[in-house]
């Protein structure tokens, strides 16, 4: 149940508007008709149902000693219902009934005992969420911005595609590099709209034609007693991804927007995690200091003529530490972004 309300009070004065809030709003002046308050037309509410049903099956196979498939197909069937009334009596339903088979394989090859390489490749999906099915009108609570979502939105069909090289040195430690690829099928993303009435553009969600999304991950944990004894209890670990994606854009409802060769909504070109944990040899006790830097990516996307909307590079500082209090009772702290970065978009 989402209620907006608009305000009229063209006949208070300056001095009446600089009031305290206690003193505007305590039923005084809209006694007098001098203040009005009345849910605004896209005001409503929505109730959803969801019925899924699915079953699957699996075989693992081994191929010799060396090689195991497992392979293995999920078919599933979905029924998302969502109404959605406003205060000015429109009355609107979707419906997204699909059944989907979901495959999925994956080898592993042993190259040696601690060392591997792996095949997989999947389908998967993404439904909207209820209130993305919704043309109800709500408020995002960090920006302040308006939303409504579309009542003919489809889920997004994902194709998946990975190979990984991976070594295990010792028990806890890894180095891996992989690539991987996936294939978008109307996804959905997140638009910029403008507004009949000249305020701050309002933001929803519409399906793209398709998108390609493809990158390299790298991996590696390793403790810091190979360079001296006395860092046994102290381990390094990092993994950085660096992608790039391609969104595709339809000729319907997403043709007019700002910029159609761009990233998907909300894909970062790279992503960088730096980490150092430290494990008392005799107690519970443990601590991790964690690096975290998501490049620059789209929040919004514009619609003409609108620009796309970025949320800034940001680099994150967390401290976790993990304390024995008494018997099997532990205690921890965290601390998050101890560097302050701050949350911006341009």
């Known amino acids: 149940d989402s209620r907006v309300y608009d305000i009229t009070s063209s006949s208070l004065s300056q001095p009446d508007r600089s009031a305290p809030a206690e003193s505007i709003f305590n039923g005084a002046y809209a006694?007098?008709?001098?203040?009005?308050?009345?849910?605004?037309?896209?005001?409503?509410?929505?109730?959803?149902?969801?019925?899924?049903?699915?079953?699957?099956?699996?075989?693992?196979?081994?191929?010799?000693?060396r090689i195991r498939l497992i392979g293995g197909a999920r078919l599933e069937r979905s029924g998302i219902r969502v109404r959605t009334l406003t205060v000015n009596g429109g009355d609107t339903t979707s419906r997204l009934y699909d059944t989907d088979l979901l495959p999925a394989l994956a080898a592993t090859i042993a190259l040696t005992p601690a060392m591997n390489v792996r095949l997989s490749a999947s389908q998967t999906l993404s439904r909207p969420e209820y209130r993305e099915l919704s043309p109800v009108t709500y408020f995002d609570i960090i920006g302040g911005s308006r939303l409504f979502g579309k009542a003919d939105l489809r889920r997004?069909?994902?194709?998946?595609?990975?190979?990984?090289?991976?070594?295990?040195?010792?028990?806890?430690?890894?180095?891996?590099?992989?690539?991987?690829?996936?294939?978008?099928?109307?996804?959905?993303?997140?638009?910029?709209?403008q507004t009949s009435d000249g305020n701050s553009p309002d933001i929803t969600f519409e399906n793209a034609r398709g998108a390609d999304n493809y990158g390299v991950e790298l991996e590696f944990r390793r403790g810091l007693d190979i360079l001296a004894n006395g860092l046994a209890p102290f381990a390094v670990f990092t993994n950085a991804t660096v992608m790039r994606s391609d969104i595709r854009t339809p000729t319907g409802g997403l043709s007019s927007l700002t910029n159609d060769d761009r990233p998907m909504v909300g894909q970062a070109p790279y992503v960088l995690n730096l980490g150092l944990s430290y494990t008392h040899p005799r107690s519970h006790l443990s601590a991790t200091l964690l690096f975290n830097r998501v490049g620059r990516r789209i929040l919004d996307a514009g619609?003409?003529?609108?620009?796309?909307?970025?949320?800034?590079?940001?680099?994150?500082?967390?401290?976790?530490?993990?304390?024995?209090?008494?018997?099997s009772v532990m205690g921890k702290v965290d601390g998050k972004n101890l560097l302050d970065a701050p949350y911006l978009v341009t």
């Open 303 to 327: 619609i003409l003529p609108l620009p796309d909307t970025y949320e800034e590079a940001r680099s994150l500082v967390d401290l976790s530490i993990q304390f024995p209090v008494a018997g």
């Open 31 to 65: 006694a007098s008709g001098r203040l009005n308050l009345y849910a605004n037309a896209s005001s409503g509410r929505y109730t959803a149902r969801d019925l899924n049903a699915g079953g699957f099956a699996m075989v693992e196979l081994p191929l010799g000693s």
């Open 156 to 193: 997004a069909l994902i194709q998946n595609y990975d190979v990984r090289w991976e070594w295990y040195p010792r028990a806890g430690e890894v180095v891996s590099v992989g690539v991987f690829a996936k294939r978008f099928d109307s996804p959905i993303e997140r638009v910029l709209v």
